[in-house]
């Protein structure tokens, strides 16, 4: 059920372990369930029908040891980067002392004396938002001291930047919020020079004689405490320019920069290995769901994944799908695979039951359609809507679940496959225009409400 924007699901313990859907459900694509982009929002309906590998109980849990371990490994290699931070900042305790009481006595200046610029553009208003240009900095592209590359969603035109001289930034100049959640510090990487910053930051230009850029940012995590505002403005470039900064020997800054250089390096190797761990993650994901990552444990166990319970009438349009997609070489349009299924049932005398009526795209027969939402429920086919016109519906065999899709065609009589193989190659080949023109001269009876009975 979902309540105030949340959802659960309480498995049936006799079917399903918790945790195996756990895993299962982390690996879907959410958004490819969402109707209306404008207002992204996922309806019951759309959850309740998600279709779900089931193997056995003990194979469920077999599946969730082996992600678990994945994911455990995943989750130490994240906790050792994050320790870098810790120790970075226990170091720097170490070699300045707490800069609120100054233990040390070094020498304390105002923040704009040991700085080329402090510095906030008041307004920010007239720009036009562009899909390409120079980038804008915003409050919300900071993501644990740094920028997110993929946060950036503003940018202006470079004729539009040069109204704003001043906040165009360079490497290793800080930026701080002053609105949303305020005190957050990034420095800027040489990537984003150039950039231009929205209202919500401040921009500080050390002095690199008086001052480490990398020194001042790990000052700043210690004086400015991040805390969540969302109407009063509590950070003032005024302010800010009049805090007190201990201000140490250079070669002492110097000193702990170098350190900081190479944890950085280490913190890079460890991030490409968690990339990598992350990667081979989404691989055993995909094996655990399709039966490759327990194979060999079936074997042992002697069991084996038991294949959906279809009816013949599904495995025929299952192979006329899967045949076209071999002949087609790409997904076949949902109303091109029901003139295919009339045909068969009208020239080849394959009494399949379907019951047809004329439609705007017809003929039509609500029975298809149920069949496909069949097989899709039972993972074989995947219907791939497009965003606007739903009359070009296409339908897939499922890669995953191939295997299964070819043991239950096998099990049809020689003479069907051979049949509607002959059939896919003989309409297969055609443009949907060119298979209407062929079925509604020969079947007038249902053209008479398609929307190219005048055509």
Request: aromatic residues 10%; proline residues 7%; glycine residues 4%.
């Amino acid at each position: 059920f979902i309540v105030s924007h949340l959802g659960a699901a309480y498995p049936k313990k006799e079917l399903l372990d918790t945790d195996f859907l756990y895993f299962y459900l982390c690996q879907i694509d959410f958004g490819n369930l969402i109707g209306d982009k404008g207002y992204p929002s996922l309806r019951l309906s759309d959850v309740e029908n998600l279709p779900i590998p089931l193997p056995p109980l003990p194979e469920q849990k077999c599946i969730v040891e082996i992600l678990s371990l994945a994911e455990e490994l995943i989750n130490k290699q994240k906790t050792a980067i994050a320790l870098i931070d810790k120790i970075l900042m226990a170091k720097f305790l170490e070699m300045f002392g707490d800069p609120a009481t100054n233990p040390k006595g070094w020498e304390v200046r105002r923040l704009i004396k040991v700085c080329n610029e402090v510095y906030r553009y008041p307004s920010f208003y007239g720009f036009k938002r562009l899909k390409e240009g120079i980038p804008v900095l915003k409050g919300e592209d900071i993501e644990d001291n740094k920028i997110n590359p993929h946060k950036i969603s503003i940018f202006i035109s470079p004729e539009t930047n040069k109204k704003f001289p001043k906040t165009i930034l360079k490497e290793n100049d800080l930026i701080l919020t002053v609105r949303g959640t305020i005190g957050k510090v990034a420095l800027i990487p040489n990537w984003l020079e150039g950039a231009n910053i929205s209202p919500n930051l401040i921009r500080v230009s050390p002095k690199d004689s008086l001052i480490i850029p990398v020194y001042l940012f790990f000052l700043f995590k210690l004086i400015l405490h991040p805390t969540a505002k969302t109407t009063v403005e509590t950070l003032k470039a005024s302010e800010i320019k009049n805090y007190l900064i201990p201000l140490p020997p250079i070669e002492l800054q110097q000193q702990f920069a170098r350190i900081v250089d190479e944890f950085e390096k280490k913190r890079k190797e460890m991030q490409n290995t968690l990339e990598i761990l992350e990667s081979l993650f989404k691989v055993l994901q995909k094996k655990a769901f399709t039966g490759e990552l327990t194979a060999e444990w079936r074997e042992k166990q002697k069991v084996d994944w038991e294949l959906p319970k279809i009816t013949e009438r599904q495995a025929i349009l299952l192979a006329l799908l899967y045949y076209s997609h071999i002949v087609l070489k790409k997904p076949a349009m949902l109303t091109f695979a029901m003139k295919e299924t009339f045909l068969l049932q009208k020239e080849a005398d394959l009494n399949l039951g379907y019951e047809f009526i004329p439609y705007k795209y017809g003929p039509f027969s609500k029975e298809v359609y149920e069949d496909i939402e069949e097989l899709e429920k039972n993972l074989l086919v995947k219907k791939i809507k497009p965003s606007r016109d739903i009359e070009k519906t296409e339908v897939t065999i499922s890669e995953d679940f191939k295997d299964w899709v070819e043991k239950l065609i096998d099990k049809l009589p020689k003479n069907h496959k051979t049949l509607i193989q002959s059939y896919v190659q003989k309409y297969g080949t055609l443009s949907y225009n060119e298979l209407i023109d062929y079925v509604y001269p020969h079947y007038p009876e249902f053209s008479i409400k398609s929307k190219r009975k005048k055509k």
